[in-house]
């Protein structure tokens, strides 16, 4: 029989705690790991605008709004954009939160200094706006194969790719008094940047 115990959660003694997400979207969140991935590559400063297209449950818009110092959360489903809200103000951010309902590109503002686009939709015409504001950084997750051929396709067009990331997170659960894991999907996290835009090279090889 499999015993199935998580570990007992890390006590990090950081002054800003894990993000809470008492309200479910019925989609996302993008896991903590990966997240943890994305927001290392959109290295957000205090004087940065962030967008994140597709908030969804709100977990990225988060944890960016406790770095970046503006945020502008865009959602095409209305319900979700709520659960959003919500679960914004069940978290301490310190950044000025603009949440939008509709379908970007619409919705992205000038002067956006990092995109995330954690959902799909029209990402052409996302990748587009992003290259006339600017943005000098940009991350996509994409977890379908052939999406994530396309994107990639998208990236290199516009001289914006960087780099391409495979990231699968397995956690671990007790069994048996010993150690086996879960594994949870991979994703493909695109990186970019519309402001040192090269001609597409991915680089760090
Ligand atoms: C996989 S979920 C994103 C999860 C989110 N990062 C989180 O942690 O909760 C994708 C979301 O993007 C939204 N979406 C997809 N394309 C969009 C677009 N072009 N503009 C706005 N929202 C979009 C979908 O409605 C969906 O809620």
Redesign the pocket.
Known sequence: MQTKLFYRRRETGRTMSAIA?PHD?K?????PEV?SVVLGKLELEPADHFV??????????IEAARRAGRVTA????AA?LE??EKNLAANDVRAEVDCTN??????IPDGADAI????????E??LDRAVEVGAGRIVM?V?RLEVAGRAVDAFRDRGLLEEVLQVQVSRGYELAGATSFDANNPVYVLVGSAARADGGEVTGR
Do not use: M, Q, Y
């Open positions: 997400l979207a989609a996302g969140p993008t896991k997240r994140d297209v597709g908030s969804c449950t709100g977990a990225v818009t865009i959602e095409r489903k979700r659960v959003t509709a379908e970007a590109p619409a919705g995330f686009l954690g959902g799909s939709r029209n990402f015409s996302v997750n977890s």
